[in-house]
């Protein structure tokens, strides 16, 4: 008893059929690469995304790819949502479209997009040769990541002094010395009068 100190002493009785209740799970890794496997197979082909402002007004100076194009944008362009889906655009029908710079923004990434796409048909009763096919693969490049992924643009701030009493203005030690000095105003009158009361004295009237 000695060697178990406070706990207490095992003895468990159990029954036949207590493999009934105990699961194990031995095959772990091996299931962990068949989830890999099939998030590649179910994962989607990159399709281009629209260039969006993040929400609230917090982060709205922000930008970032959205989940699709509206519809508005598209029909600009004169695409269908079938069509644009046919060609690597995302379309998402439920966005909203609400400043104009976004629309106008977004149409110009449609039309960069539909310059530089080129539109391979598939193999059919007219078109006999493969996608894999030598003389295809010469007119298509396959492009890996995002579709024209969108670059952080650096702002530069330049500061021009014309004159050069505003190069010494100070604001941040002037609005401390008022606040100062409106703290102390009843202090300030206080010892004043009572520096005027001691130079007076107490028997002159």
Known sequence: MGKFRNNVVPNVHFHKDWQKYIKTWFNQPARKARRARTRLTKSKPNSLKPVVSCPTM????????GRGFSITELKAVG???????????????????KSNESVESNIHRLK???????????PG???????????????TTTIRGKIMPLKAKRITITRRVVDKRMAKFKP???TRMARKKERLVGYREKKAKEAAESLDGPGKK
């Open 58 to 65: 917090r982060y709205n100076i922000k930008k970032r790819l």
């Open 125 to 139: 009763k007219k078109n006999k040769k493969p996608a894999g096919a030598p003389e295809v693969d010469k007119l």
């Open 79 to 97: 695409m269908s949502v079938g069509y644009a889906r046919s060609i690597g655009i995302s379309v998402d029908p439920r966005r909203k479209n």
């Open 112 to 122: 960069v997009y539909k310059n530089r796409l080129q539109i391979v048909s598939r």
């Open 172 to 174: 941040f030690q002037l």
